[in-house]
């Protein structure tokens, strides 16, 4: 059974996690992993948060569409984009960008050497009704 550190202060373990989910985005499990890497010193972990952000995947289908249409509109301008989007950061906005523009190389790499291939074509036989006639 896992016993916890005899030093640990269970406020600091809550205010470290409250500051990692707050600030970076970080979940539960994520921040506790990280105070645990760092032997529970709190003040190496925390200036550890901000190496590893974590970028929220929440993104709806409104807002994938949403995206879709501003980039279409303002190409990488990506302040005007998050104008349109305050509930979004810049950096959810460009890794969101950049991550749908490495999956779209893929899919186009992939489906590249899958082209369709043309149907075969079928060679009809016409046969001509020939009429023989009696000798």
């Known amino acids: 059974m896992w016993k ?29 992993g990280l105070l645990f890497h760092h032997q529970y010193n709190f003040t190496t972990a925390s200036a550890e948060l901000s190496k590893y952000y974590m970028l ?24 005007q984009i998050q104008v349109n989007m305050p509930h979004k950061t810049m950096r959810e906005i460009i890794a969101y960008y950049y991550e749908r523009k490495v999956a779209l190389k893929k899919f186009n790499r992939l489906t590249k050497n899958k082209k369709a291939k043309p149907a075969k074509s079928f060679l009809v036989r016409r ?8 000798q």
Request: proline share 3%; glycine share 0%.
């Open 127 to 134: 046969t001509h009704n020939r009429r023989t006639s009696p």
């Open 4 to 32: 916890p550190h005899h030093s640990i202060n269970s406020d600091n373990v809550h205010s470290f996690i409250q500051k990692a989910k707050n600030q970076y985005n970080y979940r539960e499990d994520q921040a506790l």
């Open 56 to 79: 929220k995947k929440n993104w709806s289908k409104a807002d994938k569409d949403k995206f879709d249409k501003l980039i279409a509109k303002y190409r990488k301008n990506f302040d």
